[in-house]
């Protein structure tokens, strides 16, 4: 496994960005950042960008042999046959340059993809580990949809950003640069018409990419809303049929729905006026070179075939002209998108350990917690306050409280799911945050209170924590959660795929897979986090029973409201609004007469025949 | 760990079924119909864009044969008249052609926008209709990929049929100039083309094949990335990172890979292209000039042609485009019609009763049988009756059938045989609007959604007073906890109800049901993950909140069980025994030798070995 760890340590795009002290701000930064990823191929690029200016260059010789071509047509004084022949080696020359130009530019694209799609490698790796870096704290403040959206949509409009941004600009800058420079060599004030569009277009084009970037914020804001209450309502559907509540939820999706439709139709207006209007602009500037150029042509200063050759020109402009819009689109993009993008990669997980942290030392297994206190990020009032205890290999702590009183936060705390705020939690005298994540998380399973089951076989959903288990662990692990027989009697056995949130499964058999998976890590420190509620107590106590034998090892702390099952526990803790208020083991608890012993005589009633009936 | 270098045998990132990215075929017409039947209430929009289109092309045709006028009337010849009507005809069809391209793209998108967000609706629309049974069975994900990529190609396809119009018209406009110009240098010009039509035969197959992994390697990666953002908290718990980022690296190099194929695949036609162009203009000019030579054409035609050649390739490049683009739509398309077609298993009847607040609240069910399977039944021959104001509890063990029979009283599914009766009708006659306003549920599993406190707790009630919210929040025990919120009601709940702890979501969910003030309330464990005393405090709030409701429970905890009227012991889908708790006690039945052994099936009644 250090081998991997190793190799995945540092997120690619990172790397490529470059030290922190060098991170962008604004746009151009952006922009830049990403082109700076795109040089990680640096061969890639340079034979991108050599390419195109070659393409080019080859494109801008067009023009010129056809005008010669005009021209030869035009030579009065030639011979038939000596005009043909001269016809004849330009039409060669022309027909090489042709083919080579479509050499070059389909490695000018090719390599432009490549390069693009390596950004998106790169950025997706990036993207998934820094997904699964980030603690549980960042996790409950962003929706996952958002997330899928920044990690799908967003990273295309970055990885797109080589080919259809740069190149293309390249390409553009190219054409216009070198051919501007041979039409002015040619005949400056017919040049200077040729090129009269150029100003107007790159006006309208800057304020076009300030337009679309602000639009495209927004619009991606509220398909988020969309897309939310569509999964919701999807994901809730049993609460919105037992409300009848489907004229309300179609209210919430059209409000969302005509928001985002009416900015994406604004955003095509604006798209489209932009386009026409360059266009036209281009056009208007091919008239006058016809205009400019007749006259001259009728004056004797230029050929027909300079004039021919003009508008050959104007002709391979006419293309990337009309892509200026996606070019313009493709920069607004990819600084909206990459500065979103960016500033997710560059967010700082708190939760992480100092460099060179040691591996956790086990040696008598005793977990302590000195004056815990813990306040959720981003929130003011403690959930945790000045909890102390310890426990030893081989005992059992038993936590019981209302609901938020803080039993959930407080185991939560021993994997550094969260981190305390006040006091400190060490495991055989090794404060957690001193010693390294991973030995850390392998000592200490906690069994969720919410199952979340991957939609793969039963099999590798109990091997989840250790891939490289042997079927022998697996089905120790799921004979000790009393799963193996359930399994053993499905059609597929542990073949059976379960369903995204274990869709085919009951709430006690998910509950039995979540355990089972949680006993394969075979950790120093178990936590159940009332996660037996969806059992029938026999089978609970039968899985209580084989968590007994194996208790001896490790520490083991369990939450529930079923005070049955607590009672082996060595200690309880009873929590209230975040502090221990009662503490001890079963009997001395009820003989306290607190609020333990409230609780046990309200479950078992106080009239029924407890105790004596045997 | 010696192993770690070799890829782990039992594990996988994400999900995916190869099936459903599968390449529809170009035309369907079963699927084009249907979508057709969202774009004809903008037919008259569609017909405006479609003229526009064949404009915006004739221009495009017209251009090179202007400039042909000019150069041989014109300029050639010294007229300048005739230059200047010609560059007045240019500037004309240049305005024609602003105004074209501006309707054309302007009402190409924004009814392609409007389409898009009108399937959206009737999709979504469908699936608040469609049976529970179907819900059951599909993976939000699915249906969110239908709702949102599906949905999104077929917008792409409606703009790119249009523009596809264009390209067609365009293509034999040019043909038909150039052969209207000249035909011999027509003919010879189009010669070239059936060269390129034979390399495309051999390039179409395997192309295809190079996009289609692309795609469905592109589907795969970002199927394993929702994963790993919803199953986020259990990786880390599990230690997973570093084995799924291997695994899906795996998956993003495979996609990059598959990328890079299809790049090359894409990019082989265009030096072809190219090339074919370069022939084609070579011909003009070795012919061509030859002719205008020997005074049989005139020069400004040749210019023409090598104008036409030009953007000749043009549109039989973007119309291979568009091939895969209406490919990928077709099988979106009938993804999409799939879900409009889900059937609507569960629907009201033509004359279907509503109940209204006065119908009184019982709950009958007679000899019910019904199974999700209708081969296995859950629920075999199940009656009792709940009498209007009287609370039943029903108890038995995990998998008996308790939650399955609380979901046919609001008619999730239909029963198959016997009948389920509310306020004295059967659910299959009354209207399920109404049947769902009768019935306020508590569901095992609590829900929230994004927004308020309030709005969660109010929910479907949207008349509902902050008074009656913060009651029914009192009355569950949960306005204490609520005032503690940074905005008390007014807090934001994230994903879920992520920021609160599970028993205080119960309790939200609970608060809820108590709002929608129906005459039936129905509990599914409703506070499983609640401390018997808050339970307790509930159970005496609900006595005076059921005083004359009726409420169907379900629980465990013997505090419950005990207040109820009646008790009903369901043992694998069978009612084994019902009576009040003393009579149950004293029949000596189940129920009796469960509660006597404390059997821990009431859980909470303690072992007593201890
Ligand atoms: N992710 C979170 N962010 C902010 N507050 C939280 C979060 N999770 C829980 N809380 C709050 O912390 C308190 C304790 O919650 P928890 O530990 O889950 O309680 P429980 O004892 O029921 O397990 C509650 O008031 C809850 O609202
Ligand atoms: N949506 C469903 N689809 C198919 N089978 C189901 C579904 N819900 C429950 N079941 C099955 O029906 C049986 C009864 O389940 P349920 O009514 O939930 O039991 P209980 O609420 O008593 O625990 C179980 O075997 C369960 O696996
Ligand atoms: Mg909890
Ligand atoms: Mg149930």
């Known amino acids: ?614 | 760990m010696a192993t770690s270098h070799q890829r782990p045998p039992r594990a996988t990132v994400g999900s995916h079924r190869v099936e459903e990215e599968m390449f529809g075929r170009v035309f369907d017409g079963r699927v084009v119909r249907r979508i057709w039947a969202f774009v004809s209430p903008y037919r008259l929009k569609v017909a405006i864009a479609v003229i526009a289109v064949l404009v915006f092309t004739g221009t495009q045709v017209v251009i090179p044969l202007i400039i042909r006028d000019a150069i041989d009337n014109g300029i050639v010849t010294g007229g300048e008249a005739a230059l200047t009507r010609a560059v007045l005809l240019f500037a004309l069809v240049i305005l024609i052609n602003f105004g074209a391209s501006f309707v054309q793209e302007n009402v190409v998108g924004q009814t392609a926008e409007n389409v898009l967000f009108d399937i959206r609706e009737a999709m979504f629309s469908h699936l608040q209709r469609v049976s529970m049974s179907f819900m059951d069975k599909t993976e939000v994900g699915r249906l969110m990929s239908r709702l949102q990529g599906d949905v999104n190609s077929m917008q792409e396809f409606l703009e790119t049929s249009v523009l596809s119009v264009g390209d067609i018209v365009l293509l034999f406009g040019i043909v038909a100039s150039m052969l209207w110009l000249d035909v011999r240098l027509g003919l010879l010009t189009i010669s070239v083309l059936p060269i390129l039509f034979l390399v495309r035969v051999f390039w179409l197959p395997r192309a295809r094949k190079a996009f289609m992994a692309a795609h469905e390697a592109n589907s795969v990666a970002n199927g394993a990335l929702a994963e790993a953002i919803h199953g986020v908290r259990a990786v880390q718990n599990m230690n997973r990172e570093d084995v799924n980022l291997a695994l899906y690296t795996e998956k993003a190099e495979t996609n990059l890979q598959a990328h890079l194929t299809a790049a090359r695949y894409a990019q082989v036609m265009v030096p072809i292209v190219d090339t074919l162009t370069g022939l084609a203009m070579a011909f003009v000019i070795v012919v061509g000039g030859s002719m205008v030579l020997g005074q049989t054409l005139e020069v400004g035609v040749m210019v023409a042609f090598l104008f036409y050649i030009q953007r000749f390739f043009d549109p039989i490049r973007s119309l291979t485009m568009q091939y895969s683009v209406m490919q990928r739509a077709m099988a979106s398309g009938q993804r999409l019609t799939e879900v409009l077609d889900i059937e609507v298993t569960i629907r009201d009847k033509e004359d279907a009763f509503a109940l209204t607040r006065d119908t009184e609240g019982s709950i009958e069910f007679r000899g019910v049988t019904f199974g999700y399977d209708p081969a296995h039944p859950v629920l075999k021959d199940v009656t009792f009756r709940v009498n209007p104001g009287e609370t039943v509890a029903i108890v038995g063990p995990t998998g008996s059938g308790k939650s399955s029979a609380m979901a046919l009283v609001n008619r999730f599914y239909d029963v198959q045989q016997g009948q389920v009766l509310v306020g004295g009708h059967d659910v299959r006659d009354v209207t399920q609007r109404s049947l769902g306003r009768h019935i306020a549920m508590v569901l095992q599993e609590p829900y929230l959604f994004t927004g308020t406190v309030f709005e969660n707790i109010r929910y479907n009630v949207v008349d509902a007073s902050e008074e009656d919210v913060v009651n029914a929040a009192k009355a569950v025990g949960a306005h204490d906890f609520i005032a503690a919120l940074p905005e008390g009601y007014g807090t934001l709940l994230g994903e879920r109800g992520g920021s609160l702890s599970l028993g205080q979501r119960q309790l939200l969910s609970f608060a809820r049901a108590l709002v929608a003030d129906a005459q039936i309330l129905v509990l599914d464990e409703a506070t499983a993950s609640v401390d018997s005393y808050t339970e307790m405090k509930i159970q005496t709030a609900l006595k005076r909140l059921l005083q004359d409701r009726t409420g169907l429970v379900i629980a465990h905890r013997l505090a419950t069980i005990r207040n109820a009227d009646r008790i009903i012991v369901l043992r694998d889908g069978q009612i084994v025994e019902q009576g009040t708790h003393d009579e149950l006690i004293a029949q000596g039945g189940l129920y009796a030798g469960l509660y006597r052994m404390n059997h821990t099936s009431f859980d909470d009644a303690l072992d007593t070995g201890l």
């Not at chain 1, 939560?412 to 030995?439: A, E, K, N, W």
């Not at chain 1, 399994?487 to 039995?512: A, K």
């Not at chain 1, 079963?586 to 004596?612: I, K, M």
């Open chain 1, 1 to 614: 496994m250090t081998a991997l760890s190793q190799q995945n340590s540092s997120p690619a795009g990172d790397r490529a960005a470059g030290p922190r002290s060098i991170r962008p701000h604004g746009s151009a930064g952006t922009l830049l950042r990403i082109t700076r990823i795109a040089f990680q191929k640096p061969w890639w690029v340079a034979i991108a960008f050599a390419s195109t200016l070659v393409a080019a260059t080859l494109q801008l010789m067009i023009p010129i042999i056809l005008g010669t071509a005009v021209d030869q047509t035009q030579d009065a004084l030639a011979a038939v046959d000596g005009g043909r022949g001269a016809l004849l080696k330009t039409a060669a020359l022309l027909f090489v340059m042709a083919a080579l130009r479509g050499v070059f530019t389909t490695l000018q694209n090719y390599y432009a993809e490549a390069v693009g799609h390596t950004v998106g490698y790169q950025l997706r790796r990036a993207y998934y580990a820094k997904v699964q870096e980030l603690d549980f704290s960042f996790h409950d403040k962003v929706h996952s949809g958002d997330l899928i959206t920044l990690g799908m949509l967003d990273l295309e409009g970055v990885r797109m950003f080589f080919s259809t941004g740069i190149v293309r600009l390249l390409l553009l800058s190219t054409l216009i640069g070198v051919g501007g420079y041979i039409l002015i060599g040619t005949d400056p004030v017919l040049a200077l018409a040729a090129l009269s569009f150029v100003p107007f277009v790159g006006w309208r084009s800057s304020v076009t990419r300030l337009r679309l970037r602000a639009t495209w914020l927004r619009l991606q804001e509220r398909l988020s809303v969309l897309s939310r209450v569509m999964e919701e309502n999807l994901a809730g559907i049993r609460v919105v049929r037992a409300f009848a509540a489907q004229s309300l939820e179609m209210e919430k999706f059209r409000t969302a729905s005509l928001s985002a439709l009416e900015l994406a139709r604004e955003r095509v207006g604006i798209r489209v006026r932009n386009t026409s209007a360059m266009t036209f602009s281009f056009f208007a500037a091919m008239g006058l070179v016809l205009w400019i150029g007749g006259h001259k042509v009728i004056a004797g200063e230029i050929s027909v075939g300079t004039l021919a050759s003009f508008l050959t020109f104007m002709t391979i402009l006419q293309m990337p002209v009309r892509q200026l819009g996606m070019l313009v689109n493709s920069f607004a993009r990819a600084s909206t998108c990459g500065s979103r993008l960016f500033d997710f990669l560059d967010f700082e997980v708190p939760i992480r350990e100092v460099p060179g942290a040691p591996a956790l030392v086990l040696s008598e297994g005793r977990l302590r917690f000195e004056d815990v206190s813990f306040t959720y990020p981003g929130t003011e009032r403690p959930v945790l306050r000045d909890v102390s205890f310890e426990a030893r290999r081989g005992e059992t702590i038993g936590l019981v409280g209302p609901p938020g009183s803080g039993k959930s936060s407080l185991v939560h705390l021993i994997p550094r799911f969260y981190d305390v705020t006040g006091g400190r939690i060490t495991i055989d005298g090794q404060d957690i945050r001193d010693i390294s994540l991973r030995s850390l998380r392998q000592a200490v399973a906690v069994v969720q209170q919410d199952v979340f089951l991957f939609t793969t076989t039963l099999e590798n959903n109990i091997a989840y924590a250790n891939p490289w288990a042997r079927e022998k662990q697996v089905e120790r692990a799921s004979e000790s959660a009393r799963l193996h027989d359930y399994i053993l009697n499905l059609p597929g056995g542990y073949r059976t795929v379960v369903g995204e949130r274990g869709v085919s499964l009951s709430g006690g058999q998910r509950q039995r897979v979540s355990i089972a998976r949680t006993l394969m890590l075979d950790p120093s420190i178990l936590v159940f986090d009332d996660s037996t509620t969806a059992l029938d107590a026999n089978t609970e106590r039968s899985i209580r029973k084989s968590m007994r034998e194996n208790a001896a090892n490790r520490v083991t702390v369990i939450i529930a409201h079923r005070l049955s099952s607590l009672m082996d526990a060595d200690r309880i803790l009873v929590l209230d609004d975040g502090r221990i208020v009662e503490e001890g083991s079963h009997a001395e608890l009820l003989a306290l007469c607190g609020r333990y012993r409230a609780l046990h005589d309200l479950q078992v009633g106080n009239d029924a025949p407890t105790g004596g009936t045997r």
